[in-house]
């Protein structure tokens, strides 16, 4: 009798954490979930001097329709369209002051530098040449020092004219260039496909020999204490003033295999955006915690007065910096959440009761010893700041269900009068999730040799 309200009891109480585990997991989610604030498919954002958000959407870059939106507190304030606007910009930067530029092509002979007077664009200079490089990234240190960057070319506007650098007659370590930045000390800082350069007034300086080379740089920040951050291929730099440092899986628990974007907040953290859309954030020398909605590939961000924006494939949101730390956990429930673990921990608690009501304490020495182990590892990562969970969720599940086959071939022989029925079951249970997991780890450190990890 007691053993059947023992069952009955457990049985609601499985039923019970499953459907609140997943009642709460979507409150929560409901709670934390960025704000949207543009629908669509966006290619570029950007935030101004005055807060506001320039929104670039997908016709922006694969037709001629060329517009921004512009959103402030997360409301559109106004469109620019190139249909009503001939000055309109296809791309645009901010300077040292503030002010905003923007270049555009002219046919397919030209390019257009204009500037934004609050309310519209208005031409500034022009680049006109027999033949005219693709604009594909724009910096700006003030109107008589402008920087563009397109088809392995870099060209410079100093106020009167205008200069042409290649790989071939200057130091460019090359001429693809992904990314150029301008510092608060004027100096510009070019990302190639073989390494970083740096310009000042004008002409290209010496790197000290930890400069990054060989590698691809995909973005560049400046932190508050004037570190220069740069992005690569699956690492994040450092620079400051004399020596290049470097950060990785291996030394920081950055995720991402190239770092396409950084920005730095108010409290001088270093958020960094891989290509993957995993978003770390480097407080100090560590990863302190990863940022982001489960489900949902991050593709480029922008930071402003404590408030994140974040640029996915069909949106733009907005979240607060400021994460304390129960939201921090909140996020890692919804990652835990994401990754199924409450559904194999109902499934878990499924098999004990199943274990309670055969009498097999084959099966439930099985669980014991291998499945909960698992379980207790995945539970704890949830409340480490430092990092995504650890990855146990899969072999924690086929080790938990190898220790539940193993248990019921205890029973299926105990039933027959078999000797020690119990004990060969979870035997085999836990011999073949051994045999399991030790195969996964094989595989697993394969693939990272063949990485170069």
């Not at 397919?108 to 990234?137: A, H």
């Not at 042409?164 to 150029?180: H, K």
């Not at 961000?301 to 400021?322: C, F, K, P, Q, W």
Request: glycine share 12%; net charge negative.
């Amino acid at each position: 009798m007691l053993r059947k309200i023992f069952l009955a009891l457990f049985g609601l109480f499985i039923v019970t954490q499953a459907v609140g585990v997943f009642a709460w997991g979507n409150y929560l989610h409901s709670q934390t979930k960025a704000e949207i604030i543009s629908e669509g498919l966006p290619t570029d954002i950007l935030v101004d001097s005055k807060g506001q958000l320039w929104v670039q959407p997908w016709a922006a870059t694969y037709s001629q329709d060329f517009k921004w939106e512009v959103y402030k507190n997360g409301n559109k304030e106004k469109t620019f369209d190139i249909k009503n606007e001939p000055n309109f910009p296809t791309k645009i930067a901010m300077d040292l002051q503030g002010n905003l530029f923007g270049a555009l092509p002219i046919g397919n002979s030209g390019i257009r530098v204009v500037t934004y007077d609050g309310s519209s664009w208005n031409e500034l200079t022009e680049f006109t040449r027999e033949y005219t490089p693709l604009i594909d990234v724009i910096t700006v240190a003030s109107r008589d020092d402008i920087w563009i960057a397109g088809s392995n070319q870099l060209i410079h506007y100093n106020g009167t004219e205008w200069e042409t650098f290649t790989s071939e007659n200057s130091p460019l370590p090359n001429g693809y260039i992904y990314s150029i930045f301008t510092d608060s000390r004027k100096r510009v800082w070019i990302g190639t496909l073989d390494g970083v350069a740096m310009i000042d007034h004008g002409d290209f300086q010496s790197l000290p020999d930890s400069a990054l080379s060989g590698i691809y740089i995909y973005s560049f920040a400046e932190g508050r204490d004037g570190t220069i951050w740069a992005g690569g291929n699956g690492s994040l730099y450092s620079f400051d003033g004399a020596q290049w440092t470097v950060y990785n899986s291996k030394n920081s628990k950055l995720h991402g295999s190239q770092i396409n974007d950084i920005e730095v907040d108010a409290s001088n953290r270093v958020w960094a955006l891989s290509s993957e859309g995993h978003l770390s954030i480097l407080d100090g020398t560590t990863t302190k915690y990863l940022f982001g909605e489960p489900g949902d590939t991050i593709e480029n961000i922008e930071i402003d007065s404590g408030i994140l924006y974040i640029m996915r494939a069909n949106d733009v949101g907005m979240l607060r910096t400021d994460m304390p730390l129960l939201s921090l956990i909140t996020l890692k429930f919804l990652w835990l959440l994401n990754n199924g673990v409450f559904v194999y921990l109902s499934m878990f608690l499924v098999i004990v009761w199943i274990a309670v009501a055969m009498k097999s304490w084959g099966i439930g020495l099985g669980l014991t010893l291998g499945g909960l182990t698992f379980w207790g590892l995945e539970i704890s990562s949830l409340f480490d700041v430092n990092g995504v969970p650890l990855g146990y969720i899969n072999p924690g599940f086929a080790l938990t269900i190898f220790t539940f086959i193993g248990g019921l071939i205890g029973y299926f022989f105990k039933r027959r009068g078999a000797k020690y029925a119990d004990a060969i079951g979870s035997g085999i249970g836990c011999v073949g999730g051994g045999i399991l997991l030790t195969c996964a780890f094989i595989i697993f450190m394969m693939g990272l040799m063949a990485l170069g990890g």
